[in-house]
């Protein structure tokens, strides 16, 4: 089993929809959590870190759920521009500064 | 502002060649990791600098990969005698001080190696 585990998608939406997508992890000792976003072709970027309190950035939203080991991004009103592959990123135990990334979910937003 | 630089940004080798890719890290930035990234995958970690200290190559493939950062600035990736597995793209990313495990990272654009 991989140490983060994301469906690859692709995610097929039209314009103004919301969707989302989960991303699981195995250390159940893991201490920080990211979204990143990934253009084709492209270096990562970062979208947005995962607070327990779960965190929301716009049309973003973004939550941790300890107990199911897992963290889920919400995107509401797709806009096409947000076509892109989004990379789970979960940090190790004890401040850990080994990132280990998911393989990502494609997403295509169509008119 | 500059970010993080990468070069050469497409490097084609053969079989068996030594290749060194380059990375020019933010100014200021403590940290820098090397990451491999494979087609429709994300980036695996290859190894991390604080500094001039390679505190973690875990993530070398075997030992014909090498990396520094001599200065603490600008690190190095080796590879002696590539195979073709080693076409990947190479991502290099660097970040501040901050609180342990929650610094952002910011990538370069990656060097696209190819091994024929």
């Known amino acids: 089993r991989k140490e983060v585990e994301q469906d690859p998608g692709p995610f097929n939406v039209p314009e103004g929809a919301t969707v989302a997508f989960n991303c699981t992890y195995s250390?159940?000792?893991?201490?920080?959590f990211f979204w990143y976003r990934q253009d084709c072709r492209k270096e990562p970027k970062l979208l947005m870190s995962?607070?327990?309190s779960g965190n929301e950035d716009g049309r973003f939203t973004a939550q941790l759920n300890r107990a199911s080991q897992y963290i889920s991004l919400l995107i509401r009103d797709s806009k096409l521009s947000d076509s892109a592959t989004y990379l789970c990123?979960?940090?190790?135990?004890?401040?850990?500064?080994?990132?280990?990334f998911g393989r990502g979910t494609s997403l295509i937003v169509h008119p | 502002g500059a970010g993080v630089s990468q070069s050469p940004r497409y490097k084609v080798a053969k079989r068996g060649q030594d290749v060194a890719l380059r990375c020019d890290p933010i100014?200021?930035?403590?940290?820098l990791f090397w990451y491999q990234q494979a087609l429709g995958q994300g980036p695996e970690f290859l190894t991390y600098?604080?500094?001039?200290?390679?505190?973690?190559k875990s993530g070398l493939p075997s030992d014909r990969f090498f990396a520094e950062r001599p200065e603490g600035s600008v690190s190095t990736l080796k590879i002696q005698r590539t195979q073709q597995e080693d076409s990947a793209v190479y991502l290099c990313?660097?970040?501040?001080?901050?609180?342990?495990?929650?610094?952002?990272?910011?990538f370069g654009p990656g060097t696209r190696l190819l091994v024929l």
């Open positions: 990313a660097s970040s501040s001080p901050g609180m342990r495990g929650q610094e952002t990272q910011y």
């Open positions: 250390n159940s000792a893991s201490q920080s």
């Open positions: 995962v607070y327990s």
């Open positions: 990123v979960v940090n190790g135990p004890g401040g850990s500064y080994i990132p280990t």
């Open positions: 100014s200021g930035h403590v940290s």
């Open positions: 600098f604080q500094n001039e200290a390679q505190l973690d």
